[in-house]
């Protein structure tokens, strides 16, 4: 279903998160699932992941992870702050204890000047606190938007799980 790398990258995640005991926790807007679909096509994975979050609305997020509506109307849905409340918001909704998020522009509309098609914005949220990230990744057309939002996504689950 997905490319190789995107397995390896699942794959290895899936590996170091059953040897660390750890279960993940997804929050995901552009992506729509793909972050938790390319763990879930992975033998094993129930083993480690807890659950996936698609709040692709403002009200989704809102209601199921509990980021604040003024963070929102203040820094705009995708925004370091609400990535980081995303989250914060998945693991403290689920039974996991590392989670990753992913708000973003996927185009092909939607973008403006201070936030362009292909800007994507990424939080990991574990023991050891969370980490943004932050990537233009171009008007690269949709699907190469949201598939390189998924690699991102899973090298810094990895990241963490290394850590």
Do not use: W
């Amino acid at each position: 279903m997905f490319a190789e790398d995107i397995d390896i990258l699942a794959s290895q995640i899936i590996s170091a998160a059953m040897d660390r005991g750890v279960m993940i926790a997804t929050a995901e807007s552009c992506t729509g699932g793909l972050v938790s679909a390319a763990l879930t096509a992975i033998p094993g994975s129930s083993a480690v992941l807890d659950r996936g979050f698609v709040t692709y609305s403002n009200a989704a997020k809102i209601e199921m992870l509990d980021v604040s509506a003024s963070l929102i109307a203040i820094h705009g849905a995708v925004s370091e702050a609400v990535a980081e409340a995303m989250a914060r918001g998945a693991v403290s909704r689920s039974a996991a204890q590392l989670s990753i998020s992913v708000t973003g522009i996927a185009g092909p509309g939607g973008g403006s000047d201070d936030k362009p098609v292909g800007l994507v914005h990424f939080a990991a949220c574990g023991p050891a606190g969370t980490v943004h990230a932050r990537h233009r990744f171009g008007d690269i057309g949709r699907e190469g938007i949201r598939l390189a939002s998924v690699r991102t996504a899973l090298a810094m689950l990895l990241d963490q799980l290394r850590a």
